[in-house]
């Protein structure tokens, strides 16, 4: 039987269709976890809300915007210390964070005065700025504030400036995934069409599903320049927000994260026929194919083939070395959604760790499957996992290092297991060749440095950590 009861979860039977081994020769249709449903109660869910997807993955990249949340001002946490899209705008878009700060009174007598005069008065605060995205929240949503209405009235009023509503309260789906399909289908209903670019070169892109993580995007966006590309827009990492509203006049789309943009490639598609190219930016042979590809598309197969000739003589010396010491190690790869499919096979072929465990947060059971597919045998996949259900799993795997988000992440360590972290990165940007170096040599001292042999350290017991392990203080 290809599914895994945690000790942990037997309480909650619902539980134990979402995780599976994979076992020797089983196929995946037998092993495939149940997915994206809606959390079951009394698992302690650590996946994101609808409102969290829309805003804190996708919205709030964009650079030269006002992100305004109608809500409680805790809606709003999530920001400088845990997200890391930087921007080429002085980081306008994380520097600052703005909430209506709804509370009790309000939920009974309604907050649409008070958003008016907060929009007004950030657009005040900051002269230079002429656009924003206002989003509704559960408190707001449930009590009906009508926040299109709003922006509409601020619009006339002020007519040099430009709002996008995103509806997507927390409440507006299973877990953040909701949340990036709606505001997927709100950008291109609402402001797609509005602006005509300058157009530059005979092959433009727009580059879609790309977030900027510690500036993911100015490596790939870098790559693409010297291809002779024109990258219209970036949807969303350091995208600005009337480039997005330009994305229609690409001659194709360069699609990264499939799980969170694949929608708007698609309706961009149906509605102005622009092919959709999915690529990954994650490692030497799926960047090199990625680019091969792109390239292929305008016939100009040998400035992507310069490109990877200069990049790959350039670091591969220097991934092969952490390789050769990587070697055989065990990595839980527990991120939120499509990474576990973008980096397990690719992180035992180029670094040669071995991948004991997948999970995913929120991913569908079409990345579940991907990710099953390239992971190795005797894996454990895990459809959103509970706390406990994650150190259960580490204390049987026992890992030399897991990669994972912040929460998890410092859970492990109490338990003496080094984390990486899969979301924001260490010290990133992870993509493009010289980021895929930068991942290893994360890797490597998260696993190796001897910062862990303190962790060992038992104080009550008057130990000091010494070369040869631990001893009693004299
Ligand atoms: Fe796509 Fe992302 Fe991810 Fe995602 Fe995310 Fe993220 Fe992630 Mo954190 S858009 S699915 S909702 S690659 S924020 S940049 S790292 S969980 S695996």
């Known amino acids: 039987m290809p599914y895994h009861e945690f000790e942990c979860s037997k309480c909650i039977p619902e539980r134990k ?15 495939l976890p149940l997915g994206y449903l809606n959390t079951i109660p009394g698992t302690i869910s650590e996946r994101g809300c609808a409102y969290c997807g829309a805003k804190h993955v996708i919205g709030t990249p964009m650079k030269d915007v006002i992100h305004m949340s109608h809500g409680p001002v805790g809606c709003t946490y999530d920001t400088w210390q845990t997200k890391r899209y930087i921007s080429d705008n002085d980081n306008f878009q994380l520097k600052y964070t703005y909430a209506t700060d709804m509370k009790e009174k309000h939920i009974v007598f309604g907050a649409e005065k008070l958003l008016k005069q907060n929009i007004i008065e950030a657009f005040k605060a900051f002269p230079k700025i002429k656009r924003m995205t206002l989003y509704q929240t559960c408190a707001s949503a449930l009590i009906g504030d009508d926040i299109n209405a709003i922006a509409d009235e601020v619009m006339e009023e002020l007519p040099d400036v430009d709002i996008f509503v995103c509806n997507s309260p927390g409440f507006g789906g299973p877990s953040q995934s909701g949340g990036h399909h709606k505001i997927n289908i709100a950008w291109i209903n609402q402001k797609v069409g509005n602006v005509e670019p300058k157009i530059t070169s005979d092959y433009v892109i727009n580059y879609v599903g790309e977030y900027n993580i510690q500036g993911d995007q100015e490596v790939m966006v870098d790559y693409f320049k010297r291809m002779g590309i024109q990258v219209l827009s970036t949807f969303t990492g350091n995208g600005s927000y009337d480039d997005l509203r330009a994305m229609h006049r690409a001659h194709l789309n360069v699609l990264e994260c499939a799980r969170s943009a694949e929608y708007i490639c698609n309706e961009l598609r149906q509605r102005y026929g622009t092919p959709r190219l999915d690529i990954d930016g994650f490692g030497f042979e799926p960047l090199s194919a990625s680019l091969r590809k792109v390239a292929m598309f305008f016939g100009i197969e040998e400035r992507a083939e310069a490109i990877i000739a200069e990049e790959t003589a350039r670091w591969q010396p220097e991934l092969d070395w952490y390789k050769e010491r990587l070697k055989g190690k065990r990595v839980c790869l527990w991120p939120g959604g499509s990474k576990l499919w973008h980096w397990a096979h690719v992180i035992h072929a180029e670094m040669g760790v071995d991948v004991v465990s997948v999970y995913t947060k929120f991913g569908h059971q079409g990345d579940m499957e991907k990710g099953i597919a390239r992971c190795e045998e005797g894996a454990l996949a895990i459809d959103d996992p509970n706390e406990l259900e994650g150190l259960e799993a580490m204390y049987n795997l026992k890992p030399d ?17 080094p984390y990486l972290n899969a979301h924001a990165y260490h010290n990133g940007p992870y993509k493009g060749f010289e980021g895929w170096v930068r991942f290893a040599r994360d890797i490597y001292n998260a696993i190796y440095s001897p910062i862990h042999k303190l962790a060992y350290l038992d104080i009550s017991k008057d130990e000091i950590a010494t070369d040869k392990g631990f001893e009693t203080r004299q």
């Open 17 to 31: 269709k979402h995780a599976v081994v994979k076992g020797p020769g089983e196929t995946l249709a037998d092993a």
């Open 401 to 417: 290092v897991i990669f994972t988000g912040k929460r998890p992440g410092e859970v492990a360590k109490k338990i003496r297991v």
